[in-house]
DNA sequence: AAACGGATCAACCGCGTACTG
DNA sequence: CCAGTACGCGGTTGATCCGTT
Protein backbone atom coordinates (compact mmCIF):
# COMPACT_ATOMS: atom_id res chain seq x y z
CA UNK A 1 0.00 0.00 0.00
CA UNK A 2 1.12 4.04 -0.78
CA UNK A 3 0.09 6.70 1.33
CA UNK A 4 -3.13 7.80 2.89
CA UNK A 5 -5.66 9.09 0.79
CA UNK A 6 -5.24 13.49 1.31
CA UNK A 7 -8.47 13.72 3.18
CA UNK A 8 -11.97 13.15 3.65
CA UNK A 9 -13.74 15.54 0.69
CA UNK A 10 -16.94 15.17 2.70
CA UNK A 11 -18.14 17.86 4.76
CA UNK A 12 -15.19 20.12 4.16
CA UNK A 13 -15.37 23.78 3.79
CA UNK A 14 -14.87 25.15 0.60
CA UNK A 15 -14.05 29.31 -0.74
CA UNK A 16 -13.13 32.09 0.79
CA UNK A 17 -11.17 31.61 4.44
CA UNK A 18 -12.77 33.53 7.22
CA UNK A 19 -10.87 35.05 9.77
CA UNK A 20 -11.11 32.60 12.39
CA UNK A 21 -9.83 29.81 9.68
CA UNK A 22 -6.65 32.15 9.05
CA UNK A 23 -6.39 32.64 12.68
CA UNK A 24 -6.36 28.79 13.50
CA UNK A 25 -3.72 27.82 10.92
CA UNK A 26 -1.52 30.41 10.93
CA UNK A 27 -1.22 29.59 15.15
CA UNK A 28 -0.97 25.92 14.36
CA UNK A 29 2.05 26.56 11.82
CA UNK A 30 4.16 29.00 14.02
CA UNK A 31 3.93 26.73 16.79
CA UNK A 32 4.76 23.70 15.15
CA UNK A 33 5.65 24.13 11.41
CA UNK A 34 4.68 21.91 8.50
CA UNK A 35 5.62 18.32 8.59
CA UNK A 36 2.72 16.65 6.71
CA UNK A 37 -0.34 19.12 5.08
CA UNK A 38 -2.53 15.88 4.84
CA UNK A 39 -2.53 16.22 8.53
CA UNK A 40 -2.06 19.88 9.26
CA UNK A 41 -6.03 20.76 9.19
CA UNK A 42 -7.41 17.87 11.63
CA UNK A 43 -4.44 19.39 14.26
CA UNK A 44 -5.29 22.80 13.56
CA UNK A 45 -9.27 22.11 14.01
CA UNK A 46 -9.70 23.10 10.64
CA UNK A 47 -12.62 21.69 8.27
CA UNK A 48 -10.51 22.05 5.26
CA UNK A 49 -8.25 19.82 3.08
CA UNK A 50 -4.24 20.14 3.50
CA UNK A 51 -4.48 21.20 -0.08
CA UNK A 52 -6.63 24.07 0.39
CA UNK A 53 -4.34 25.08 3.91
CA UNK A 54 -1.19 24.66 2.05
CA UNK A 55 -2.42 27.21 -0.41
CA UNK A 56 -3.75 29.50 2.33
CA UNK A 57 -0.33 29.67 3.84
CA UNK A 58 1.44 29.83 0.95
CA UNK A 59 -0.36 32.06 -0.57
CA UNK A 60 -1.41 34.45 2.17
CA UNK A 61 -0.16 33.40 5.52
CA UNK A 62 3.25 33.42 5.55
CA UNK A 63 5.00 35.90 7.32
CA UNK A 64 7.49 36.47 4.97
CA UNK A 65 5.40 37.60 2.36
CA UNK A 66 5.96 40.85 0.57
CA UNK A 67 2.64 41.94 -0.44
CA UNK A 68 1.91 45.68 -2.33
CA UNK A 69 2.09 46.39 -6.27
CA UNK A 70 5.16 45.21 -7.91
CA UNK A 71 7.66 47.50 -8.71
CA UNK A 72 9.10 48.64 -12.50
CA UNK A 73 12.26 46.71 -11.43
CA UNK A 74 10.05 44.03 -10.55
CA UNK A 75 8.32 43.75 -13.59
CA UNK A 76 11.40 44.10 -16.05
CA UNK A 77 12.81 40.98 -14.12
CA UNK A 78 9.73 38.97 -14.86
CA UNK A 79 9.82 39.79 -18.19
CA UNK A 80 13.70 38.86 -18.35
CA UNK A 81 12.88 35.88 -16.66
CA UNK A 82 9.89 34.63 -18.53
CA UNK A 83 11.38 35.04 -21.99
CA UNK A 84 14.06 32.82 -20.67
CA UNK A 85 11.77 30.23 -18.65
CA UNK A 86 7.93 30.73 -20.09
CA UNK A 87 5.43 29.56 -17.43
CA UNK A 88 7.96 28.59 -15.37
CA UNK A 89 5.91 30.45 -12.55
CA UNK A 90 7.32 28.58 -9.13
CA UNK A 91 11.02 29.33 -11.01
CA UNK A 92 10.25 33.17 -11.40
CA UNK A 93 8.62 33.20 -8.37
CA UNK A 94 12.25 32.05 -6.58
CA UNK A 95 13.82 34.42 -7.98
CA UNK A 96 10.93 37.12 -5.95
CA UNK A 97 11.72 36.48 -2.10
CA UNK A 98 8.38 37.20 -0.28
CA UNK A 99 6.28 36.87 -3.93
CA UNK A 100 4.35 33.83 -4.71
CA UNK A 101 4.07 31.78 -7.44
CA UNK A 102 0.09 32.59 -8.03
CA UNK A 103 1.03 36.23 -7.20
CA UNK A 104 3.01 36.73 -9.92
CA UNK A 105 1.07 34.77 -12.38
CA UNK A 106 -1.89 36.70 -11.82
CA UNK A 107 0.45 39.71 -12.37
CA UNK A 108 1.59 38.25 -15.45
CA UNK A 109 -1.95 38.10 -17.19
CA UNK A 110 -3.20 41.01 -16.02
CA UNK A 111 -1.07 43.72 -16.16
CA UNK A 112 2.34 42.61 -17.84
CA UNK A 113 0.62 41.11 -20.91
CA UNK A 114 -1.28 44.06 -21.69
CA UNK A 115 1.53 45.87 -20.66
CA UNK A 116 3.60 44.18 -23.69
CA UNK A 117 0.96 43.94 -26.41
CA UNK A 118 1.04 47.70 -25.93
CA UNK A 119 4.52 47.53 -26.59
CA UNK A 120 3.35 45.68 -29.65
CA UNK A 121 5.26 42.64 -28.33
CA UNK A 122 3.87 38.95 -28.21
CA UNK A 123 3.92 38.06 -24.38
CA UNK A 124 4.00 34.42 -25.54
CA UNK A 125 7.13 34.42 -27.99
CA UNK A 126 8.30 38.18 -26.71
CA UNK A 127 9.27 39.06 -30.27
CA UNK A 128 7.15 41.97 -32.26
CA UNK A 129 3.99 40.99 -32.99
CA UNK A 130 3.63 39.65 -36.47
CA UNK A 131 7.25 40.74 -37.16
CA UNK A 132 7.55 37.59 -39.79
CA UNK A 133 5.19 38.19 -42.26
CA UNK A 134 5.13 41.99 -42.41
CA UNK A 135 9.51 42.33 -42.21
CA UNK A 136 9.25 40.47 -44.81
CA UNK A 137 6.69 42.38 -47.00
CA UNK A 138 8.25 45.19 -45.78
CA UNK A 139 11.64 44.34 -47.74
CA UNK A 140 10.26 43.54 -50.72
CA UNK A 141 8.08 46.71 -50.89
CA UNK A 142 10.67 49.21 -50.20
CA UNK A 143 13.17 48.67 -53.30
CA UNK A 144 11.28 51.19 -54.70
CA UNK A 145 13.92 53.68 -53.11
CA UNK A 146 12.00 55.22 -49.79
CA UNK A 147 14.76 56.50 -47.78
CA UNK A 148 13.32 55.11 -44.29
CA UNK A 149 15.43 53.70 -41.21
CA UNK A 150 14.59 50.04 -40.89
CA UNK A 151 12.43 50.26 -37.92
CA UNK A 152 10.30 52.78 -39.47
CA UNK A 153 9.49 51.02 -42.83
CA UNK A 154 8.47 47.82 -40.44
CA UNK A 155 6.42 50.03 -38.17
CA UNK A 156 4.74 52.06 -41.04
CA UNK A 157 4.34 49.10 -43.24
CA UNK A 158 2.35 47.50 -39.97
CA UNK A 159 0.11 49.92 -39.76
CA UNK A 160 -0.95 49.66 -43.53
CA UNK A 161 -1.29 45.59 -43.35
CA UNK A 162 -3.21 45.86 -40.13
CA UNK A 163 -5.25 48.83 -40.30
CA UNK A 164 -8.95 47.70 -39.91
CA UNK A 165 -11.93 48.04 -42.67
CA UNK A 166 -13.54 50.49 -40.32
CA UNK A 167 -11.12 52.63 -38.76
CA UNK A 168 -12.15 52.15 -35.76
CA UNK A 169 -9.74 51.09 -32.67
CA UNK A 170 -11.32 47.79 -31.39
CA UNK A 171 -8.17 46.11 -29.36
CA UNK A 172 -5.25 45.94 -27.59
CA UNK A 173 -3.27 44.41 -30.34
CA UNK A 174 -4.99 47.80 -32.47
CA UNK A 175 -3.16 49.94 -30.10
CA UNK A 176 0.08 48.21 -29.79
CA UNK A 177 0.50 48.21 -33.80
CA UNK A 178 -0.58 52.19 -33.66
CA UNK A 179 2.09 53.22 -30.81
CA UNK A 180 4.65 51.44 -32.25
CA UNK A 181 4.53 53.56 -35.86
CA UNK A 182 3.14 56.70 -33.60
CA UNK A 183 6.36 56.48 -31.29
CA UNK A 184 8.82 56.03 -34.28
CA UNK A 185 7.49 59.05 -35.95
CA UNK A 186 7.99 61.10 -32.85
CA UNK A 187 11.09 60.02 -32.05
CA UNK A 188 12.24 60.90 -35.71
CA UNK A 189 11.12 64.11 -34.87
CA UNK A 190 12.54 64.74 -31.69
CA UNK A 191 15.77 61.99 -30.65
CA UNK A 192 15.00 62.67 -26.62
CA UNK A 193 11.03 61.29 -26.38
CA UNK A 194 10.21 58.43 -24.65
CA UNK A 195 6.85 56.80 -25.15
CA UNK A 196 4.62 57.01 -22.44
CA UNK A 197 1.28 54.50 -22.14
CA UNK A 198 -1.73 54.88 -21.77
CA UNK A 199 -3.21 54.79 -17.94
CA UNK A 200 -6.55 53.15 -19.34
CA UNK A 201 -8.26 51.97 -22.12
CA UNK A 202 -11.02 54.30 -21.87
CA UNK A 203 -8.34 57.01 -22.87
CA UNK A 204 -7.87 55.28 -26.60
CA UNK A 205 -10.41 52.91 -27.11
CA UNK A 206 -13.15 54.59 -30.03
CA UNK A 207 -10.36 56.97 -31.37
CA UNK A 208 -9.63 56.77 -34.94
CA UNK A 209 -6.49 55.28 -37.03
CA UNK A 210 -5.61 58.89 -38.07
CA UNK A 211 -4.76 60.32 -34.94
CA UNK A 212 -2.24 58.02 -34.30
CA UNK A 213 -0.96 58.81 -37.33
CA UNK A 214 -0.33 62.42 -37.16
CA UNK A 215 3.23 63.08 -35.82
CA UNK A 216 2.04 66.69 -34.52
CA UNK A 217 -0.19 64.58 -31.82
CA UNK A 218 1.35 64.01 -28.61
CA UNK A 219 0.20 60.80 -26.82
CA UNK A 220 -0.95 60.84 -23.43
C1' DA B 1 -28.80 55.54 -8.04
C1' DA B 2 -28.77 51.49 -10.63
C1' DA B 3 -27.04 48.57 -14.13
C1' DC B 4 -23.39 46.98 -16.57
C1' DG B 5 -18.84 45.39 -17.91
C1' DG B 6 -13.99 44.90 -17.27
C1' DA B 7 -10.18 44.09 -14.02
C1' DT B 8 -8.35 41.74 -10.27
C1' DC B 9 -6.97 37.99 -7.48
C1' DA B 10 -8.03 34.18 -4.17
C1' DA B 11 -9.12 29.67 -4.59
C1' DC B 12 -10.06 25.50 -7.05
C1' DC B 13 -9.03 21.78 -10.49
C1' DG B 14 -6.46 18.42 -12.71
C1' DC B 15 -2.24 16.54 -14.01
C1' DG B 16 2.60 14.96 -13.57
C1' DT B 17 6.07 13.64 -10.40
C1' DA B 18 7.84 12.04 -6.10
C1' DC B 19 7.29 9.18 -2.56
C1' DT B 20 5.89 5.23 0.46
C1' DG B 21 4.95 0.57 1.82
C1' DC C 1 9.11 -3.11 -9.24
C1' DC C 2 4.35 -1.87 -8.50
C1' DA C 3 0.21 0.33 -6.85
C1' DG C 4 -1.66 4.01 -4.74
C1' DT C 5 -1.40 8.54 -2.73
C1' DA C 6 0.60 13.26 -1.38
C1' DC C 7 2.59 17.15 -3.13
C1' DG C 8 3.59 20.88 -6.20
C1' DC C 9 2.64 23.25 -10.23
C1' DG C 10 0.25 25.71 -13.97
C1' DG C 11 -4.26 26.67 -15.91
C1' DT C 12 -8.78 28.20 -14.99
C1' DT C 13 -12.78 29.92 -12.56
C1' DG C 14 -15.73 32.86 -10.14
C1' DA C 15 -16.61 36.33 -6.53
C1' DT C 16 -15.79 40.89 -5.70
C1' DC C 17 -14.37 45.47 -6.68
C1' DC C 18 -14.39 49.59 -9.29
C1' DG C 19 -15.16 52.71 -13.01
C1' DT C 20 -18.35 54.04 -16.57
C1' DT C 21 -22.75 54.88 -18.64
Not at 67 to 72: S, Y
Not at 87 to 110: C, L, M, V, Y
Not at 115 to 120: L, V
Not at 168 to 183: A, K, V, Y
Amino acid sequence: MGRQPCCEKNGLRRGPWTLDEDHKLMTFILNNGIQCWRIVPKLAGLMRCGKSCRLRWINYLRPDLKRGAFTEAEEDMIIQLHARLGNRWSKIAAQFPGRTDNEIKNHWNTRIKKKMKFMGLDPRTHHPIGQHHNLDQTIKRNHNGESTSSHNMFSNQMIKEEKPENDQISSIEDIGLMMMSHNHQLESLNPSFELEFPQNWNDISGLQWDVFNDPGLGFH
